[in-house]
């Protein structure tokens, strides 16, 4: 007896449906969380979106390396601030709250810059911001004036398709990505600076805002990314 090898062909009109741009994506991710922040859309709107959103990029990213680098270029553990990083606090954070959240879900990794100039004192250059796994920038800000309430300042946040986390990377002096770019782990993202309602200060030491984000019910839900960052490789 003849064996019948049978052959499924996938239409091409699945395939794209599924394989949806990358970069179309991210800019409407960006989009959404600008109104997040800014308060201009109901919360179980932005859940809705943020959710439907987040499955077509998990389709769309490929997976990739979950190593992780210390996301200050030149510095490593030693420089998060607090003992043993105490000074994160996820109490009573909710993304949808945008710019009004009281908590802290983040490490304050702070520079050598005693005249507070955003200059590192043992370099006198910009302390470069690296991504700290390979990823892909969903979101992103590059404006930030003084007068703004903005908490974050100029921001970055990046999807780890390897891991399914975000990260986020706030107060920056300027950043050099935009919605939709592919990093590799140790690529350049941002300097650090002084940008933010309350980093922009001189009571607050110069110092990246790093957070990181596990999906919980289709929305980011801050965990603590200490024994990471501890464990990460310094460049």
């Known amino acids: 007896m003849k064996k019948l090898l049978l052959i499924f062909a996938i239409p091409l009109f699945t395939i794209s449906a599924f394989a949806q741009d990358v970069r179309s994506i991210c800019i409407k991710i960006n989009e959404l969380n600008n109104r997040v922040l800014n308060g201009t859309i109901k919360r179980a709107d932005a859940a809705r979106q943020f959710k439907t959103l987040l499955i077509q990029i998990k389709v769309s990213a490929s997976a990739n390396n979950p190593t992780w ?10 420089a998060i601030g607090g003992t043993n990083g105490n000074g994160y606090s996820d109490k009573g954070y909710n993304y949808l709250d945008g710019n009004k959240h009281a908590a802290h879900p983040a490490h304050d990794i702070f520079i050598t810059d005693k005249n507070q100039d955003g200059i590192d004192d043992k370099t006198s250059k910009p302390v470069d911001v690296l991504v700290v796994a390979d990823g892909i920038v ?5 404006q930030w004036e003084p007068a703004s309430t903005l908490r974050g300042g100029k921001f970055i946040w990046v999807y780890h398709p390897a891991t399914g986390i ?10 050099f990505v935009n919605p939709g770019d592919e990093l590799k782990a140790g690529d350049k993202i941002a300097q650090v600076g002084r940008t933010g309602l309350n980093a922009y200060k001189k009571r607050s030491p110069t110092h990246l805002h790093f957070s990181a984000f596990k999906i919980v019910n289709g929305l980011p839900v801050p965990f603590n990314p200490y024994r990471q960052l501890v464990k990460s490789i310094k460049r």
């Not at 680098?69 to 030693?78: A, D, Q, V």
């Not at 969903?138 to 590059?142: I, K, L, P, T």
């Open 69 to 78: 680098i210390f996301p200050l270029s030149g510095y490593k553990s030693s």
């Open 138 to 142: 969903v979101a992103c800000s590059n």
């Open 166 to 175: 975000f990260t986020y990377y706030a107060h920056n002096r300027a950043i």
